[in-house]
């Protein structure tokens, strides 16, 4: 994009070779207590969940970006958070998903993203539990067995 190349480009390229793009990472700060930031971190994801619905994705990581150096010390507040986080991506076709950081001092641990995403109070959230991050964060693998299966829809609530 810096060459003055778009995303369709980049997208055709990507299906010429084949290839997917399932899911890309973002870098907004969604997470965080301080309104201002985290309002121009939404606006961050709004375009990063542009762009990867242009290549052909459905997911983004949602890591805790702005706060792996201090513990959101209010992982429901967090959820509230993500919350709006997913309607954002739900109106654009994409799914944030709370990825686990294992270096962060936020969400370095599944049952905290578990917790976020369950307690959104919006169906369709989900968790990137990245096995390098579980183990570098401390979580027990055996966690990963309740993530299985679909969530209920908004409908069947």
């Known amino acids: 994009m810096k060459r003055g190349e778009s995303l369709a480009v980049l997208k055709k390229r990507i299906d010429d070779a084949g290839l997917k793009v399932p899911s890309a990472i973002?870098?907004?700060?969604w997470i965080?207590?301080?309104?201002s930031r985290r309002k121009k971190g939404?606006?961050?994801?709004?375009?990063?969940?542009?762009?990867?619905?242009?290549?052909?994705?459905?997911?983004?990581?949602?890591?805790?970006?702005?706060a792996t150096k201090d513990v959101?010390?209010?992982?429901?507040?967090a959820a509230d958070r993500y919350r709006v986080l997913l309607e954002l991506g739900q109106s654009l076709g994409v799914t944030p998903e709370v990825e686990i950081w294992g270096f962060s001092k936020t969400l370095k641990r599944l049952g905290e993203a578990?917790?976020?995403?369950?307690?959104?109070?919006?169906?369709?959230?989900?968790v990137l539990p990245d096995v390098y991050h579980l183990y570098?964060?401390?979580?027990?693998?055996?966690?990963?067995?309740?993530?299985?299966?679909?969530?209920?829809?908004a409908s069947s609530m």
Request: glycine share 18%.
């Open 136 to 153: 570098k964060g401390g979580s027990e693998f055996l966690g990963l067995g309740m993530l299985v299966g679909d969530t209920p829809s």
């Open 26 to 29: 973002g870098f907004a700060e």
């Open 32 to 35: 965080l207590d301080d309104e």
């Open 42 to 66: 939404l606006d961050t994801a709004k375009r990063d969940m542009e762009w990867v619905k242009a290549l052909g994705g459905e997911k983004i990581a949602a890591p805790p970006i702005g």
């Open 114 to 126: 578990w917790l976020i995403a369950t307690e959104c109070g919006k169906a369709g959230g989900c």
């Open 72 to 77: 959101v010390p209010d992982l429901l507040a």
